[in-house]
């Protein structure tokens, strides 16, 4: 569906309209009304912010558009999303089994220092830092009880309340 934007001396007046509604309240698109393409959203790189949360109508190559601004993080955000990143995988339960992955700055992630394997479907691996490997994990227990996974005894273990 084609979209178009009211102007009035070069400037638009309110948000864009489908071209079937123009012409079935006018008859015709009218002459004050011009295209417009709608732009989704970006996704961010890691290290960038939206400096808002709509887009502004610019004329972009003589079509009116949506343009979303976005900018790099500077130092101290950068910094500031880097720590919370370390700090919250620190803070995890049994954190000491992930204590051989290391910080990837291009990312900003945790990252193994032994890429996960392919998944093999039935198979539950996950890591084991006293082998410092991925290793198949034992079956859940399949019963109404509720069970978490205990990396230092490599069982599952069951929750009481």
């Not at 309209?17 to 123009?22: G, R, S, T």
């Not at 950068?78 to 995988?89: N, P, R, Y």
């Not at 490997?133 to 069951?158: G, I, M, S, T």
Request: net charge negative; hydrophobic share 40%; with cysteine.
């Amino acid at each position: 569906m084609n979209l178009y934007i009211e102007t009035e001396n070069g400037a638009i007046k309110n948000h864009p309209a489908f071209e079937d509604n123009l012409i079935q309240a006018f008859g015709a698109v009218p002459a004050h009304w011009e295209p417009f393409t709608r732009v989704e959203r970006p996704i961010l790189g890691v290290y960038e912010l939206m400096t808002a949360n709509e887009p502004t109508y610019e004329k972009v190559d003589g079509v009116w558009t949506d343009v979303w601004h976005k900018r790099d993080m500077i130092a101290e955000e950068k910094t500031a999303k880097q720590q919370q990143v370390i700090t919250a995988f620190s803070n995890r339960e049994q954190a000491e089994n992930w204590s051989a992955w290391t910080f990837d700055e291009a990312t900003c992630t945790m990252v193994p220092p032994i890429p996960r394997p392919e998944p093999i479907e039935g198979v539950l691996v996950m890591w084991c830092g006293a082998d410092a490997n991925w290793k198949e994990a034992p079956a859940r227990p399949v019963d109404d009880n509720q069970y978490k996974f205990d990396f230092l005894a490599w069982q599952w273990v069951q929750v009481v309340n």
